[in-house]
């Protein structure tokens, strides 16, 4: 849970401090690599948690592993709603990115059409 914790806080550190630099400095700053390194943070970290959180759910009889969302229901719910909330967190970060990328496409071909 440790990973998942520090992953969301590091991704949504960089976020607001990305949208305040991009208020100020304008969308001609590049931030697209990073956008793509905070999304695999984002999406590292999720997965590390669905992996443990599926063990607790389900258990895994090789190892030993008991599941224990049996006792514990309201703690397994509230990880539920937070990975939920962290998949759409990734989601919208491969939208901006996505959009990032659209954006310098259309620019970089304007810039060839006017060079012809």
């Given at each position: 849970?440790?990973?998942?914790?520090?992953?969301?806080?590091?991704?949504?550190?960089?976020?607001?401090?990305?949208?305040?630099?991009?208020?100020?400095?304008?969308?001609?700053?590049?931030?697209?690599?990073?956008?793509?390194?905070?999304?695999?943070?984002?999406?590292?970290s999720a997965a590390?948690?669905?992996?443990?959180?599926?063990?607790?759910?389900?258990?895994?009889?090789?190892?030993?592993?008991?599941?224990?969302?049996?006792?514990?229901?309201?703690?397994?719910?509230?990880?539920?709603?937070?990975?939920?909330?962290?998949?759409?967190?990734?989601?919208?970060?491969?939208?901006?990115?996505?959009?990032?990328?659209?954006?310098?496409?259309?620019?970089?071909s304007k810039k060839?059409?006017?060079?012809?």
């Amino acid at each position: 849970m440790q990973i998942f914790l520090i992953g969301n806080g590091i991704t949504c550190s960089y976020s607001l401090l990305s949208m305040f630099l991009v208020c100020l400095l304008g969308r001609n700053c590049v931030f697209h690599l990073v956008d793509m390194l905070a999304m695999g943070l984002a999406i590292a970290s999720a997965a590390a948690a669905h992996a443990i959180g599926n063990v607790g759910k389900y258990g895994n009889d090789r190892t030993g592993w008991l599941p224990v969302c049996n006792y514990y229901k309201s703690y397994c719910k509230k990880m539920e709603i937070s990975l939920g909330c962290c998949y759409l967190g990734v989601l919208s970060l491969y939208l901006v990115c996505a959009m990032t990328r659209v954006q310098k496409a259309s620019q970089n071909s304007k810039k060839f059409v006017q060079k012809e």
